[in-house]
């Protein structure tokens, strides 16, 4: 916008304290308020045209001033400006409009990942470092924040109108959204699409918060557990370490760096590796066979919550060699006892 | 010359010798069978207005309900499950029984043959089993209603509805499964008569624009219709035996769900609007004593919608993982099927330049149509623009578009269309005064009401909310205000409709002095119609036709 | 399209009228000649079967989808139905679609017993075909292959054990046979349920053929049922290779 930025910020505030206006807390509000500015002046401007035109020919050719009317067929010159110009401006919107979508749905490559998971009727936040929330948020500003977000039952959406981003929230499959908040503060996180009886309690805040707090945060919150640990834990207790662990005799392929990578399935598919490619595979293992291995892995539907497939998600995502896997392996063999996993791990939280 | 031209172009016959026509398709029969049993379109037509006016103030009554309960932010006059059967009752009532029957119902029923020049419509018995199955699918709505309600929005959305409700689901998705073949009948009937019925000289152009509108919206009704039947069956076998065609848990798509669902409900608001169209097109005409504006745009205009309407039903999915692609030609699509709006509200406001205009009441809730449904197609821009529909789509900002829609457009030119043609079904005169004053009321009722939904929309009130945050309370408080004036300007038509019954001033065949063969008959109309199949040796809204006619009735009869 | 209506010709109206007045009871007073009934008619008939189209249209697209998704599954599911039947049961369609038309040249030529022979063979036909399918779908539910609580998928997973040489599916694609025997279900119910509103009305026609309604000149009852009858023929012409010849050969 060729808004000076003074005048914009006046606007902006005068509006938000007038509470007709949320507030602009993230990177792409000023981009999606400046669509809007110029979608409500097309409004104001149709609108008054048309009243205009109705008043004016209303007062002009009434019955008293106008006693008899005079036909006219039409005019193709009126009738195509009049197709052209809305066409034009509509083309504009179009354009602008998709260039803010792919703004908007599209991270950057240096973004954090949190995880969201939605159920009826609340909203569960997994830092990787292991920190939980329920119906809360902490985010630092500044930086820009992706989060990888599926719903346990069904549709949900996670709504942050400060921030101006909206993402339905899909059972069985990840969405993404990202944001970059610019503001400290706290912002209100809404369930956008009606998920049930208690639709309008699945309401939370945004904490937005300096990076040295935020920091601090996240050190007196953490469970002593990142996500990753968990999945490990998850790993062994699965038995999924039996066929994956990069030996030579391993019946299942190699996940260490396997995330990000491109992958050749039997029916000749290429494939990149990423988190949803990474649940389908634990959930669907036949649609998912890697070439050279035979389908020989069960399904875990039903096994695993959405939480213990993030677990695991986010420890085959790190997991940079099989040494620790190979480790557990031996632990087990040896007739010690393997590492135990927290009964939450793989339960509900 | 001011003194002889008054500011009205109504006409009565004079008072004291005037009588209604001896025998009319009302006092032809008596007694109800004549009427549960009558093949007389103009009668099936009755019966849908009396039930369609039922169903609206059933639904209406909901709608209060809801504003009632938002007038604070705590969910404190019924809780959440009550609120959520409320709005879902408001939606389901609104759009399956009253707005998809309300103008093709009535008027549709009522005017076809007449504008074409024909006895009844193509199938006489099709339409009465149209409002049988009609009734019979409100019946059933009223009866998941009585039974303790349904929760699940107007949407249906999967798989809340299929696996995660315990209210009756199953007993709502029937009731709109069977009102949807009343729809589909009507638009047989429909079309099939705008086909093989039409009077000797009644080309497709010397058609009033409100047929083509009904075409258009039957043929969506034919076409789009189906799909939800389908739909609906399958979340209804979905719940019954607990399988998973749209739930994921079990291999199924939940936006399987999402695209045939709006396959069917997105060309639905077009059913409900194109009919609300036509009526326009015949008001602004006839009370500006002009042909409209550039007639073949208006026509096409309306094919190109019921055509383009077919192609944008995924821009209800923009935030649902939906490809970016496809997502960008649905937007696109749906930025194309707004310019033919466009070009028929500037052909109706140039319809009046250089007319004749006056300003009953039907005139003033068609200017109420313009007003309303240019702010009302204008920001359905917004949310067809991909990047403003993240931040505005599921929040008040729907709500408020979608109610200039179909409440300020379809709602207002069904008022319109029911004043127009009253003395036509009734044969009497409504007071002109109270009724200009009701017109108003709701104009300005509507504004009041919906107006501020797109403040709360923007931000970030999401709709279906029961209990919201307090900072929103001020804006909902002025909604549930305007909600109140509006109800009153609903209630009064009824009031002074039903007074003209028997005190109105007596009509006469011809009280607007419009062109159309449905007023060159009697009012009300007799049972057949025509004595003799007429003639259509004129150009459609031709006033120098009509002048020349009625100067020859008057030098005949003197 | 419709040139007898646009004509303005009232030569040709007034007398086409008069005959029609003159030489059909069936004749309904609304309509201006028994030609522009007979064209309503068909014409309504036409887009009725038009949404019929879209009806199936919506679940062909769910199968589409899903067949493109479990692939492996459709196929195993597929060879578990009955090709022998499902081509006995289309050829018995096919059959009864040419006895129908016959019926309707029979009623042209105003040959009442040839009409009347016609469609009760069409119907017995037609129940033949739903008592076939009926063997089908209690052999299914024998198999506990009806989708729901009961769905039954060891058949998949351990196929030797059923004496079938087939080779083994995952459990997890094993699961979706069950995607495929619902969308099979749904389809060919309706198309029985469209079969059984067709056989209803097929034995109203036959109780008004035999009293010589359709053999003096109106036929339109006749016509547009056939059109319906063929409609469904057709559906099933979709649906038999789609739900039973899917990869048919390389597993024999």
Not at chain 2, 60 to 74: D, H, S, W, Y
Not at chain 3, 218 to 225: D, G, H, L, Q, T
Request: aromatic letters at 14%; one cysteine or more; a neutral charge.
């Amino acid at each position: 916008m060729g808004l000076s930025p003074v005048l914009w910020q006046f606007l902006v505030n005068w509006l938000h304290n007038a509470s007709l206006f949320p507030a602009e807390a993230s990177t792409i509000a000023p981009y999606t308020d400046a669509l809007y500015f110029f979608l409500v002046l097309m409004t104001i401007f149709g609108t008054t045209l048309v009243a205009v035109l109705v008043v004016f020919f209303s007062a002009r050719y009434s019955r008293q001033r106008s006693p008899v009317a005079t036909q006219i067929e039409g005019s193709t010159l009126l009738e195509t400006t009049w197709t052209i110009i809305p066409l034009a401006i509509f083309l504009v919107v179009y354009v602008w409009g998709a260039l803010l979508y792919f703004r908007i749905y599209n991270p950057p490559t240096n973004a954090m990942n949190i995880y969201i998971v939605g159920k009826q009727w609340m909203w569960k936040a997994e830092h990787p470092g292991g920190q939980h929330e329920i119906d809360a948020l902490h985010v630092p500003m500044g930086r820009p924040v992706q989060l990888t977000m599926i719903s346990q039952d069904v549709f949900h959406s996670f709504s942050v109108p400060d921030f101006r981003i909206k993402r339905e929230v899909i059972p069985g499959r990840y969405s993404t959204v990202w944001f970059e908040a610019t503001k400290a503060g706290n912002y209100r996180l809404f369930c956008s699409q009606y998920c049930g009886t208690q639709h309008s309690g699945m309401v939370g805040w945004i904490t937005v918060m300096t990076p040295g707090d935020y920091k601090t945060w996240l050190e007196q919150s953490t469970s002593g557990q990142s996500l990753a640990q968990n999945g490990e834990r998850l790993f062994a207790s699965m038995g999924c370490n039996s066929c994956h662990n990069g030996t030579a005799a391993a019946r299942g392929p190699d996940l260490a760096g396997v995330y990000g990578s491109k992958l050749t399935l039997t029916d000749g598919r290429q494939i990149l590796v990423d988190d949803a490619y990474l649940r389908d595979a634990i959930l669907n293992p036949s649609a998912h066979v890697t070439a050279g291995y035979a389908p020989i892995m069960p399904t875990y539907q039903g096994q695993l919550s959405e939480d213990g497939l993030i677990d695991l998600v986010e420890f085959i995502k790190n997991m940079q060699s099989d040494y620790r896997v190979q480790q557990t392996l031996v632990t087990a063999a040896s007739g010690e006892s393997a590492p135990t996993t927290p009964p939450q791990a793989a339960g509900e939280r | 010359m001011s003194t002889a031209i008054g500011n009205t172009i109504v006409s009565l016959p004079d008072q004291s010798t005037a009588r209604l026509p001896k025998r009319h398709y009302i006092n032809n029969e008596y007694g109800l069978l004549s009427w549960l049993l009558t093949e007389d379109h103009k009668r099936i037509a009755l019966l849908y207005l009396f039930s369609v006016t039922f169903f609206f103030f059933i639904g209406g009554a909901f709608a209060g309900l809801i504003r009632l309960e938002l007038l604070t932010p705590q969910p404190d006059l019924v809780a959440a499950d009550t609120y959520n059967k409320f709005f879902t009752m408001h939606g389901l009532i609104m759009i399956f029984l009253f707005l998809v029957p309300s103008i093709p119902g009535v008027l549709g029923n009522f005017l076809i043959p007449l504008m074409i020049g024909a006895k009844d419509l193509a199938f006489p018995k099709l339409n009465l089993l149209s409002w049988y199955v009609y009734m019979a699918g409100g019946t059933l709505t009223l009866a998941a209603l009585v039974l303790g309600g349904v929760d699940t929005g107007w949407t249906f959305t999967t798989p809340l509805s299929t696996h995660y409700l315990n209210t009756h689901v199953i007993t709502a998705a029937m009731a709109i499964f069977i009102t949807g073949f009343s729809s589909i009948l009507t638009g047989i009937n429909f079309i099939v008569t705008i086909h093989r019925m039409r009077c000797p000289g009644m080309t497709w152009f010397r058609m009033p624009l409100f047929l083509w509108s009904h075409y258009a919206a039957s043929l969506l009704m034919v076409l789009g219709t189906p799909v939800l039947a389908t739909t609906l069956v399958l979340v209804a076998l979905e719940r019954l035996f607990g399988i998973g065609i749209f739930d994921p848990a079990k291999g199924g798509d939940p936006l399987l769900f999402q695209h045939l669902f709006w396959f069917y409900s997105h060309p639905a608001v077009y059913i409900m609007i194109l009919p609300g169209m036509g009526v326009v097109s015949e008001v602004i005409s006839t009370f500006s004593r002009k042909r409209i504006f550039g007639y073949t745009a208006v026509a096409f205009s309306s094919v190109a919608i019921a055509l383009f309407g077919f192609f944008v039903w995924e821009h209800h999915m923009f935030i649902m993982g939906v490809s970016s692609y496809s997502a960008l030609v649905f937007s696109l699509l749906t930025m194309l099927v707004a310019v033919p709006s466009a070009i028929k509200i500037f052909n109706w406001a140039f319809t009046l330049q250089k007319g004749s205009i006056t300003f009953e009441t039907p005139m003033l809730y068609c200017f109420g149509f313009m007003g309303l449904f240019t702010i009302g197609g204008l920001t359905g821009v917004f949310l067809g623009s991909l990047g403003m529909d993240i931040h505005l789509t599921e929040t008040y900002f729907v709500v408020a578009h979608f109610h200039f829609v179909m409440v300020g457009g379809g709602l207002m030119a069904f008022l319109a269309g029911i004043h127009f043609w009253w003395p036509k079904m009734t044969g009497r005169m409504y007071p002109e005064t109270i009724s200009k004053l009701a017109a108003v009321t709701t104009f300005i009722g509507f504004n009041l009401t919906f107006l501020p939904q797109f403040v709360l929309g923007y931000l970030g009130l999401p709709r279906r909310y029961a209990a919201y945050p307090p900072e929103f309370q001020v804006l909902n408080v002025l909604s549930t205000a305007g909600a109140t004036v509006l109800g009153f300007g609903y209630m009064l038509p009824l009031l002074y409709l039903a007074w003209s019954l028997k005190y109105g001033a007596i009509a006469g065949s011809n009280p607007w002095q419009a062109t159309g063969l449905e007023w060159q008959i009697a009012s009300p109309p007799p049972t057949e119609n025509f004595t003799e199949i007429p003639i259509m040796d004129h150009e459609v809204y031709d006033y120098e036709w009509l002048a020349n006619k009625t100067k020859k009735e008057v030098t005949t009869v003197g | 399209m419709d040139s007898a209506l646009a004509t303005t010709d009232p030569a040709d109206l007034h007398a086409g009228q008069e005959h029609g007045h003159v030489s059909l009871p069936q004749h309904r007073h609304h309509f201006e000649t028994v030609e522009q009934q007979r064209e309503a008619g068909s014409f309504g008939m036409w887009l009725f079967l038009l949404t019929e189209i879209m009806f199936f249209g919506g679940m062909f697209l769910a199968y589409l989808l899903y067949r493109n998704w479990y692939y492996p599954a459709f196929v195993v599911a597929s060879n578990q139905l009955s090709v022998r039947i499902g081509t006995i049961n289309t050829m018995v369609l096919i059959t009864s679609g040419f006895c129908m038309a016959v019926g309707v040249w029979a009623a042209e030529m105003r040959r009442r017993s040839l009409l009347v022979a016609m469609l009760v063979t069409t119907t017995l036909l037609g129940v033949l075909f739903l008592s076939l399918k009926y063997g089908e779908y209690h052999e299914k539910y024998e198999l506990h292959h009806i989708p729901g609580n009961n769905f039954n998928i060891s058949m998949f997973t351990n196929p030797a054990g059923y004496g079938i040489k087939e080779a083994p599916l995952p459990p997890d694609m094993a699961q979706k046979t069950q995607v495929f025997f619902f969308l099979y279900f749904a389809m060919t119910g309706m198309h029985a349920l469209h079969m059984i509103i067709g056989l209803g009305i097929l034995c109203w026609l036959i109780s008004r053929a035999r009293r010589g309604d359709f053999s003096a000149g109106y036929v339109a009852p006749v016509e547009n049922f056939a059109l319906y009858w063929h409609f469904i023929d057709v559906v099933w012409l979709f649906l038999y290779p789609l739900l039973y010849l899917i990869n048919r050969h390389p597993m024999h």
